[in-house]
């Protein structure tokens, strides 16, 4: 593992078998999915390494990959310095208490069933952490309190009787209560409102000074990862096109679909000539990427080499790494 | 003369739990040509205000109040077969939940084919022609006509939410928050294809989202709805260049930017009030950092600040 990282993902790779139809059972090849296609990154002890990209480009995949939600097809994911991929189930749960996981989508997540308290206690009573339901109560009210959230409000109310942002701040709690050192958040404000959006960042942020805690922070929106992240990786159907500091990539991005990218995203600044940007194309199939640059059907720049040859993520400048054939 | 001319509308819903006052006292106007934004968060009334126009309002809601005077005629006066000749054909909307829309066992075509012969008379044939030239318009390719909804991406099945909406000729487009489910790559390309549609056809556009970044790129006028009422109401430039309503403020503070420097961001506490009996006053004042005493009794009322720049506010109005 790199020197002062806590993270470490090598030619991780995730291949999804296409299920077939009867006609398809008669030809003798298998098809798969590339939806993560041999990615390598390290993430240092508490930053925010940003993971961005297109719908479909793997980035959501590779979250449930590092945190073994699903098995990899191929690749290495070192945490601590422990190989990841190959911990028993009894090792595996230990590890659990330190790496977790925030969701998307605030309204599915929530159990209807369950109180507040049984959904933030539930992680305490899985690692059997608490001896009595007055310790249990205690470590659940300092959760919410740690999320803003008043404990004599909203300890026995159920997920449908809070916002969209105070669900997400009760998802939050669940996934800190075990004092996690690493944290997973894939999209965790891309379904909530413009305004409550910013609460649940700056609380993010907080938390992650008071609890000295790494995030991989999981988006499509680059304004957001903008906002949060250290370093970024932009993906583009499976694999990492380009790889820096947050302010390098988004001022002097090396690759065209990063470029791309920011150009594309709307601003209020009516100041600066308003016409609308858009990048042409489609995102090719993942079962059949394009030969050689997976992007160069839709590159501004494309070359000859770059039908051919699929190029090599090399260091650019100091930090910051490029997949592309302009770069040598 | 304006194309769509909405003056003080309310829209309530009437359910087991009290009366909501989802929409209450909204006006704006929209010329020909013209695309008009209407912005704010969830529950605040912009998406009530659509389906009022169309006449969608579902059941316990209706229309108390108003008019929406379109090319001339009120239609809160009309009928609901006098509606259907205008829903599809002079005025269409583009919804956001666009894997919803389209019907899943049946091919595009057929589908596009039916909206048009809903509104005109032609032959099968005829139909499928204008259903490929649509097609083109959005840019999927004609023969897609035999496509089924699942084999399309997000982004273009939104497309073709567009082009089922263009397809009769409509003077006026609804759009619903059109890109908030995809990504911003798609987003682009679906707002591009709006704009130049818009330009082509000599549309007017009503946008409505919560994305005020998309409103500036689209729009040529915006107004800010909060709590079932319009805050403020101005051309775009003079809105984002010198917002004048708290909330605004607070909204366009909300956005993260991706240039320039990188200041923590505000949030606006608390959260917008349950409309069944609304308190009496400005319905912001519990979240406004200006609160004052008059603030607290009696709603303001939307006035002109500046030439053509109207905000609601006890302080700045």
């Not at chain 1, 959501?60 to 028993?88: A, H, M, N, W």
């Not at chain 1, 977790?100 to 507040?116: N, V």
């Amino acid at each position: 593992m790199t020197e002062g990282s806590i993270m470490s993902v090598r030619g991780l790779k995730k291949w999804f078998p296409v299920r077939k139809g009867i006609a398809r059972l008669l030809s003798r090849r298998q098809e798969y999915v590339r939806a993560v296609d041999g990615i390598s990154f390290d993430v240092k002890k508490e930053e925010v390494f940003g993971l961005v990209g297109e719908s479909g480009c793997g980035k959501t995949t590779t979250g449930r990959l590092i945190t073994r939600l699903i098995e990899p097809t191929d690749g290495k994911v070192y945490f601590e310095s422990q190989d990841l991929l190959s911990l028993k189930k009894a090792e595996l749960k230990k590890i659990r208490r330190k790496v977790q996981m925030i969701f998307q989508d605030p309204y599915e997540y929530l159990s209807p069933r369950m109180t507040i308290f049984d959904i933030i206690n539930e992680p305490l009573v899985v690692h059997k952490i608490t001896k009595s339901k007055v310790e249990e109560e205690k470590l659940v009210a300092e959760a919410l309190e740690s999320v803003n959230l008043d404990p004599n409000e909203k300890m026995y109310k159920r997920p449908h009787e809070l916002s969209g942002g105070e669900r997400q701040r009760v998802a939050i709690a669940r996934s800190l209560i075990l004092r996690p050192t690493f944290v997973v958040a894939d999209e965790p404000v891309s379904m909530l409102d413009v305004s409550v959006r910013s609460g649940i960042l700056n609380l993010m942020l907080d938390l992650k000074e008071n609890y000295n805690l790494t995030y991989i922070f999981v988006t499509h929106d680059i304004s957001v990862s903008r906002y949060m992240c250290d370093r970024m990786a932009v993906m583009y159907l499976g694999q990492i096109v380009e790889e820096g500091p947050t302010e390098d990539i988004i001022n002097k991005s090396l690759h065209p679909y990063t470029q791309a990218l920011i150009a594309v995203v709307p601003t209020i600044d009516t100041t600066e000539k308003r016409y609308i940007k858009a990048i042409k194309g489609q995102v090719p199939n993942p079962i059949n990427p394009p030969p050689g640059c997976r992007f160069h059907p839709r590159c501004p720049n494309t070359m000859e080499i770059c039908r051919k040859e699929e190029p090599k993520f090399i260091e650019v400048k100091s930090g910051h790494y490029a997949a592309c054939h302009q770069y040598k | 003369m304006a194309v769509l001319e909405v003056k003080n509308l309310e829209a309530f819903f009437f359910t087991g739990m009290g009366v909501v006052e989802a929409v209450s006292g909204v006006s704006f106007k929209i010329d020909k040509e013209e695309a008009l934004g209407l912005a704010g968060e969830s529950g605040c009334g912009k998406s009530t205000t659509a389906m009022a126009i169309m006449k969608l309002i579902p059941p316990p809601g209706k229309i108390v109040n108003g008019e929406i005077i379109f090319e001339g005629e009120d239609l809160v006066k009309k009928s609901e077969l006098e509606m259907r000749n205008v829903r599809g054909k002079k005025i269409s909307i583009v919804f956001q939940g666009f894997s919803n829309a389209l019907n899943p066992v049946l091919k595009l075509g057929d589908q596009i084919v039916e909206a048009i012969l809903n509104h005109e008379k032609m032959s099968k044939d005829e139909a499928l022609e204008r259903a490929r030239n649509i097609l083109d318009q959005v840019g999927i390719e004609p023969s897609r006509i035999n496509s089924y909804p699942h084999e399309f991406s997000g982004g273009m099945k939104q497309r073709v939410m567009i082009a089922l909406a263009l397809v009769c000729d409509p003077t006026l487009v609804i759009a619903d928050e059109p890109t908030t489910a995809l990504d911003v790559i798609s987003q682009g390309q679906v707002l591009k294809l709006i704009k130049d549609l818009q330009g082509k056809l000599g549309l007017s556009l009503l946008l409505i989202t919560h994305d005020l970044s998309v409103i500036a790129e689209m729009c040529d006028s915006l107004a800010i709805m909060y709590a079932g009422k319009i805050v403020e109401y101005a051309d775009v430039t003079s809105l984002f260049g010198s917002p004048l309503h708290p909330y605004s403020e607070a909204l366009i503070n909300a956005f993260p930017p991706l240039k320039g420097p990188k200041l923590r961001l505000k949030s606006i506490p608390g959260s917008p009030p349950i409309l069944i009996n609304p308190p009496p006053g400005c319905r912001f004042h519990p979240r406004c950092p200006n609160t004052m005493e008059i603030c607290r009794k009696e709603g303001p009322r939307l006035v002109e600040v500046r030439n053509g720049h109207y905000v609601a506010c006890h302080l700045r109005g």
